[in-house]
């Protein structure tokens, strides 16, 4: 399937950026644009993460030190072949139901380049918004893996959890709540303790115990809306 790039500058909510309508090929991938690759400096098998919020993905440079140590930023890394085609990951495709011959808008600002599906009717993006919800954004989706949850450092920043800490699991209706380990418990009608603790370990995977996922649903691969608070994290189930 031939890969489509449309280039042009156009004013898209107060910031001026560049603007490319790309098409998913027969496998998810897309195609950067030589204009967008050549001014972010992304060579052949350059490592790209994937990031997303409410409707849109981001995709920027991975930094060395972030591809080493992957715990500080998602799991969701993708590297560039020789034609500078990237692979959008599965479970995003499912999440944005996105899939080959859809066409992708790609709008970049600086280093941030924001994705989103191409609609029937246009609908102006502000790309200075999102930029600043990037920064600010107290949730992300991730898949829960072979029982595993990953759990990127912004995320666990916003908790007081850090890897190699012990957590406890609690349900609020279909909603899992994790804590750091305190001897005493705080369980109320709203919260039940389920009397399961684990250790996150020191790359940000956490293992949920299987009669958790069992009553959540949460079996085989599934994706996950993961919300960080002052004390806890919320996940919640999507598909």
Known sequence: MKN????????VGIMNCYQEICVLDEMGRIKLPILLAKKQHLNYFTPLC????????????ASESVYTYPFVTSRMVRKLDRNRRISIPKSLQLLYNIGPGDHVEIYTMDNINILRKKELTYRPIDV??????I???DSFYTELRNGKLYLSNPILQK?????RSEVQFFLKGHTLIIKKYQLKIDSSKDIIYT???TILDQNGWLNIPKKIRKHLSLEGTSIVRINGEKDKLSVQTLF
């Open 135 to 137: 920064s600010q954004t």
């Open 50 to 61: 994937f990031d997303y919020g409410n409707g849109y993905i981001t995709l920027c440079k």
């Open 195 to 197: 009397g399961r603790s």
């Open 159 to 163: 908790t007081g959890i850090t890897p």
């Open 4 to 11: 489509i790039n449309i280039s042009y500058n156009e004013k």
């Open 128 to 133: 200075s918004s999102i930029a600043a919800e």
